[in-house]
């Protein structure tokens, strides 16, 4: 019975409780960049991740993904879009970042080639991908149908375990968390 009542304090505990405010501020922009677009999104209770559709085919999500380095690690934050019920040819897609970046296929495949083209010959994916403040953006199409993947520049939690510091989140923007919302619906339905 008095472990019970000890377990609220132990460090487990706590840390839990610290980590689960911290994604709580990161997630915060991104959920209001949900409504102001005039989705209905529900947040995990633990501040996990945050859903939401659009119609009857398209689900978007932001959530976290952890990467664990030596002394400690990065929660990114990370958009991801489905849009089922079509059935699209394979086809993978990157982004190459820098001063001429470009959509560039993944796969081999002459259909990922042509949606790399068609989606660089888009003019108004241009400035939503400036305004986006993107590290990774992954596209993936099949018989499934198509997700999307942009993970923000902002949006971090870095955490240092040796010595142990408290996490440092880097907030994402409510422009950078509109362009974000946008380009992942307008990739979905590209």
Known sequence: ?????????????????L??????AVLEEPVD?????????????RSRHARSRIGDDIAVEVGFASS????GALIDTLWTGKREGIRLPPAVIGYRFGRSGRFVAKTRSERAGVVAEALNADPDLRPLLARAELK???LAQGPQGRSVQL?????????????????????????EADAQLVLLTRLLTA
């Open 1 to 17: 019975m008095r472990s019970e009542r000890l377990a609220p304090l132990s460090l487990r505990h706590r840390a839990s409780l």
């Open 19 to 24: 980590y689960e405010g911290r994604r709580s």
């Open 33 to 45: 960049a949900m409504r102001r677009a005039g989705l209905h999104p529900v947040t995990d209770p």
């Open 68 to 71: 664990f380095r030596v002394f």
């Open 136 to 138: 990774d953006l992954h």
């Open 151 to 175: 993970q923000p520049l902002a949006g971090t939690i870095t955490a240092l375990y040796f010595p142990p510091l408290p996490p440092y989140t880097v907030l994402i923007r409510p422009d």
